[in-house]
């Protein structure tokens, strides 16, 4: 629906209103790019999202990625970051609360435009509107025709085959991602874009591109460690490519996620199975520590995503305002500003994949195997402790109260205490998993039980768990004959030490635990996956 000043609040309420569709609100005074307009029309959003633009003391102001203060003709915003272009999309999902918002504001004399107001109306009833972000092309929101014709000839003269890479590319990763990675993926996503991929294929590209670099680590020598370390940065550039694809091509989904997170991290644990493998052909057994490393970084993954979306849930909610008020009245608590070089060494310190997966390729090639699981565990638990030392000060100011259990409980493959009002929750998935980690390792240490075979039995089940998390995150839980199936952590652990007595062959436990982890729960995810988007 395109608005004006002559548009009143009572037409977009008749217009939402009469529909069960979204409703997009376009100001006739703006002219945008139309990558930048499919920001809000084509991203997979289930809330009401607007179009801003960074702009220090502007009219609007954005934090926790939402829209926190709004103004119009009468209204005022304190500490505005950013400035609304006069573009809102009104979501479906937010009905009741739009409607509420309509009725109160519908027949109020303040001045200001229509959209305007509307947007005031949902920031100040504490409605979450997200903001979507034009950067990299000329924008305007004017009532002179001169200035939006001048605006509409530089974006004609624009490329925008060039400008879509740019939005696709993430600005947000990590600091080796950003400056090297993404600098090369953007030419394979070029040709993705030219040879019609979808972002799943690129994603098992790149899959088969680290299980070749896994089967050249495990030839064991000086070269074929080079050429293993290299296709191994060769995936991960095609791994940037996925999601890029996925947000040039607006082809989103819940598997397309769930498929590049898991093979990610079958990647990287073939990647150290294949090196112990290597160096067991010298006579070296490295076993051990690439099983602790594996465990190591499940550990980590687990607690970072946990971390974030309890955080997530934690967050202050947005209050309440009267709409009758003229000013917001927020004032900022202004913060020491980071300097470039310290906000990109927090990045690297959290040792994201790119930081990581350099670092095995490095190592792997300076010294070897036994080098790589060295230095790795050194510069994994430095940036665990950084890390962890920060959240649990912030986990201390949280009350004694859970949020979002059923995240965490269907992640636990456990015992759950209903009762519990413990803050840390989101720690107990990956100690859960530690525990039964180090369980297994040390059945390696103190018996002649074949030590590959122990590391695949881990690996099978740290899959499990990285399953049960990435179906959490998507509001899912493994079906109950799955969960049972897979034993829970006591049964496990109650199997592999009863079989480890009986002195029964442990091929039988990789078989079980890979087909029914790997295989079967991955089939079944598929299907339920497709039955719900039927």
């Known amino acids: 629906m395109e608005v004006n000043e002559e548009t009143t609040i009572a037409e ?61 003709g009468f209204h005022e915003v304190g500490y505005g970051n ?32 229509a959209i305007d107001l509307i947007l005031v109306g949902l920031v100040r009833s504490a409605i979450t509107v997200a903001p979507a972000e034009v950067v990299g092309a000329p924008f305007i929101r004017s009532s002179e025709k001169a200035e939006r014709e001048k605006v509409s000839e530089e974006i004609s003269n624009l490329n925008e085959a060039r400008l879509r890479l740019k939005l696709a590319n993430r600005a947000n ?49 000086f070269w074929a460690i ?68 594996m465990l190591l970084q499940t550990f980590r993954h687990l607690s970072d995503y946990n971390f974030a979306r309890i955080n997530k849930f934690r967050a202050p909610a947005l209050q309440a305002l009267p709409f009758e008020i003229k000013s917001d009245g927020y004032v900022v608590v202004e913060r020491e500003k980071r300097t470039r070089f310290e906000y990109w060494s927090k990045k690297a310190l959290h040792f994201p ?40 000060r912030k986990s201390r100011t949280w009350p004694k109260s859970r949020v979002n259990k059923s995240f965490i409980d269907d992640q636990l493959d456990s015992f759950k205490n209903k009762n519990s009002i413990n803050r840390f929750d989101w720690l107990e998935p990956s100690l859960l998993r530690l525990a ?43 079906p109950s004959w799955l969960v049972i199936a897979g034993g829970h952590v006591y049964g496990r652990l109650a199997l592999i030490l009863l079989w480890t007595w009986l002195e029964l062959s442990l091929d039988y436990l990789i078989y079980y635990f890979s087909i029914l982890f790997f295989i079967v729960s991955s089939i079944q995810w598929v299907l339920s996956n497709k039955a719900r988007n039927s």
């Open 12 to 72: 977009v309420l008749k217009a939402f209103e009469a529909s069960n569709e979204d409703l997009l609100l376009v100001d006739a005074n703006t002219v945008v790019t139309q990558p930048h307009l499919e920001l809000v029309t084509d991203y997979p959003r289930k809330i009401s999202t607007a179009l801003v633009a960074k702009l220090k003391n502007g009219d609007t102001r954005v934090g926790n990625s939402q829209i926190t203060g709004a103004s119009s």
């Open 82 to 113: 950013h400035i609304f272009l006069g573009i809102i999309r009104l979501a479906q999902s937010q009905r009741v609360q739009i409607l509420e918002v309509f009725s109160e504001i519908q027949k109020t004399k303040h001045q200001g435009q």
């Open 173 to 221: 990763d990590g600091f080796y991602s950003v400056f090297f990675l993404r600098k090369i993926s953007k030419l394979f996503t070029w040709l993705a874009v030219r040879l019609k991929m979808t972002p799943n294929q690129v994603t098992l590209v790149s899959f088969g591109v680290g299980l070749l670099s896994a089967y050249e680590f495990s030839r064991g020598n």
């Open 226 to 293: 080079f050429m293993g370390a290299v296709l191994l940065q060769l995936s991960i550039i095609i791994d940037c490519v996925d999601g890029e694809l996925a947000r040039y091509t607006r082809q989103f989904s819940p598997l397309g996620a769930w498929l590049d997170a898991i093979t990610d991290r079958i990647k990287e644990y073939l990647v150290f199975f294949a090196l112990a493998f290597g160096a067991a052909k010298s006579g070296r057994d490295l076993w051990i520590p690439a099983m602790a490393m």
């Open 353 to 392: 994949i790119g930081e990581r997966w350099l670092a095995i390729s490095a190592s792997s090639v300076l010294g070897g195997a036994a080098f790589t699981f060295t230095i790795m565990p050194i510069l994994s638990l430095i940036s665990l402790v950084l890390v962890f030392r920060a959240r649990i």
């Open 436 to 478: 039964e980690g180090v369980i297994i390792i040390e059945l390696a240490f103190v018996s002649d039980l074949d030590r590959s075979k122990l590391f695949l039995i881990l690996f099978a089940i740290l899959f499990n768990h990285y399953d049960n998390m990435y179906r959490a995150l998507q509001a899912e839980r493994k």
